[in-house]
C-alpha cells in the first residue's frame, strides 16, 4: 500500500505540475497550524466576488489531496479500482488546454512531516501565503514547535520577490517569518500595528433563532467597516476574515465590496460554527480537531457568549486531545482549570481527559458540574437531558474522538447532517 501513495502521489504531482504551467493560475497558498481551513473559506468566498476561484475541498491538503484540488478530481480513497479511474482522466487534462479553468486557486497545505510544504509548492508554486498560526498541533512529529514554525515558514520562503506574504500579527511566531522572504508583508489581526485590524472592542455575538454569528469592524488604508459572519462565533475565527481583507484588497476589492463577500462566507464544518440545537438550545461545533492553544481559544469564545436570560447555562463538552506527546498531561490539566472558570457544567470525552477532570475538581467544581463518558455518543444523550432553551454547549475535540456523534446527538436539524457535521457517519443513515 505505501508503494501505491508513493506512485500516486508522483504521478499525482507530475500531472498537476503540468497543468499549472499550462493555465498560470494564480495560486494562494494557506498554512498553519489552526485556521487554515476557516483563511482558505473566507478567501473564497472573497476572491470569488471578483474572480473565478477553486480552492481545497474538505481536508485535500496532502500530496495526494492537492493535485486532485488542481485537476479537480476526487480522491480514490482506499480503492484501487477508484483510482485506476482517475488516474487516466489525471494524465488527459494534463494534455490539454482546459476550458474556464480558474483564475485563482486557493489550496490549503497541510504539514505532518518535515519537507511537506516544500513538496506541495513544487507542484503548485505560490504567488500568495497565508500563515495563520503555529501550535502545539502534530508536536509527536515535529518534537518542537520551533519545528513546526520552521515548517510552516517554508511557504514564506517560497514565495517570489513580487508575491505577496500574510502573516497573523498577533502571533510572534508567525510575525518572525517577516524576515525569511523578499516579498511583500501584510499583516492581519487584532494589534495595533496590524495592516488588517479587527477592532477588539467591535466584536459582538449574536444568538438568535433567525440569525446567530459574529459582529465586528475592519479597520484597513485609514476606513473602517462593520462587518457580520454568518453562523460564525469565536475572535479566534475572524482571524480568517482578516487574512481574507488582506488578499482582496490586494486583489483591488475595496473593504465594502469584501464585507458583502463574506455575508456568504460558509464556515468549515467543525470549526466554531454556530448551529441550531434542539429545544432552542445554540451549538458551537469545533470538532474538527484540538489542540492545547485551539480549546483555550474555544472557552475564551464560550466565555464571551452571551445569556440570553438568567437562568441559561453553558456547557463544555471537551474531547480527549491527541498527538501531543509528553506534554499531554500537563496540556489536558491546563484545560480542565480553565474549563472549570467558564462552564456551568463540565462534560469530559475519553481517558486523557482524566486529567482534566480532576483539574477541574482541584479548581473548585463540585460533582453536580462534573461528567465523565467514555464515548461521543454517551456524552451527547446526557446533555439532551440536561440542556434547555436559551442553553450554548460547546463541542471539541481532536479528530480521533468523533466528537461529531455528540453534536448529532443535539442537532435540531439531524436530517441535514450530512451538510453540517465535519463528518457523517454509515449508521445515520438507517
Known amino acids: 500500500m505505501a508503494d501505491m501513495r508513493k506512485f500516486l502521489e508522483k504521478q499525482l504531482a507530475h500531472v498537476a505540475g503540468r497543468v499549472i504551467s499550462r493555465e498560470k493560475p494564480l495560486v494562494v497558498g494557506v498554512t498553519g497550524s489552526v485556521g487554515k481551513s476557516s483563511a482558505k473559506q473566507a478567501l473564497d468566498a472573497v476572491l470569488g466576488a471578483k474572480f473565478k476561484v477553486r480552492s481545497t475541498p474538505g481536508n485535500f491538503n496532502t500530496e495526494i489531496g492537492l493535485p486532485l484540488t488542481v485537476l479537480d478530481l476526487p480522491s480514490g480513497g482506499s480503492s484501487v479500482w477508484a483510482w485506476m479511474g482517475i488516474c487516466p482522466r489525471a494524465r488527459w487534462r494534463s494534455l490539454f488546454k482546459i476550458a474556464d479553468y480558474p483564475e485563482i486557486l486557493v489550496l490549503e497545505m497541510g504539514a505532518d512531516r518535515p519537507g511537506d510544504i516544500d513538496r506541495l509548492c513544487d507542484i503548485a508554486p505560490p504567488s500568495i501565503g497565508v500563515v495563520t498560526a503555529v501550535g502545539e498541533s502534530h508536536l509527536e512529529k515535529f518534537k518542537s514547535l520551533e519545528a513546526i514554525e520552521k515548517e510552516k515558514g517554508r511557504l514564506i520562503e517560497r514565495l517570489p520577490a513580487d508575491g505577496l506574504a500574510v502573516l497573523n500579527r498577533d502571533d ?11 516579498a511583500k508583508v ?12 479587527v477592532l477588539p ?14 459582529q465586528f469592524k475592519v479597520s484597513a488604508d485609514g476606513n473602517t467597516v462593520p462587518m457580520f459572519l454568518t453562523g460564525v462565533a469565536g475572535r479566534h475565527a475572524l482571524y480568517a476574515a482578516g487574512a481574507a481583507v488582506v488578499v482582496g484588497l490586494h486583489k483591488g476589492l475595496n473593504l465594502l465590496e469584501i464585507a458583502d463577500a463574506l455575508l456568504k462566507y460558509q464556515p468549515a464544518p467543525g470549526r466554531m460554527r454556530v448551529l441550531p440545537g434542539i429545544k432552542r438550545s445554540f451549538l458551537i461545533d469545533d470538532t474538527y480537531n484540538s489542540a492545547p492553544k485551539s480549546v483555550q481559544a474555544a472557552l475564551a469564545l464560550l466565555d464571551e ?22 506534554t499531554s498531561v500537563a496540556a489536558h490539566r491546563e484545560v480542565g482549570a480553565a474549563a472549570e472558570k467558564v462552564a456551568d457544567v463540565l462534560v469530559f470525552v475519553g481517558e486523557r481527559m482524566t486529567e482534566a477532570e480532576q483539574a477541574a475538581r482541584e479548581a473548585g467544581a463540585g460533582e453536580e458540574r462534573i461528567f465523565h463518558f467514555a464515548r461521543s455518543e454517551e456524552a451527547g444523550r446526557f446533555v439532551q437531558e440536561r440542556m434547555k432553551r436559551g442553553d450554548v454547549i460547546l463541542v471539541k475535540g481532536s ?4 466528537m461529531e456523534r455528540t453534536v448529532k446527538e443535539l442537532l435540531a436539524t439531524p436530517m441535514l447532517a450530512k451538510q453540517l457535521l465535519v463528518k457523517f457517519h454509515a449508521e445515520w443513515e438507517l
Open 172 to 182: 510572534e511566531r508567525v510575525w518572525a517569518m517577516r524576515e525569511r522572504t523578499e
Open 186 to 197: 501584510m499583516s492581519f489581526g487584532y494589534h495595533e500595528q496590524a495592516d488588517v485590524r
Open 201 to 214: 472592542d467591535s466584536v459582538n455575538y449574536v444568538l438568535d433563532d433567525e440569525r446567530s454569528g459574529t
Open 305 to 326: 457568549m452571551p445569556r440570553n436570560s438568567a437562568d441559561d447555562k453553558k456547557f463544555a463538552v471537551l474531547g480527549d486531545m491527541l498527538e501531543l506527546g509528553e
Open 399 to 402: 479528530r480521533g474522538m468523533e
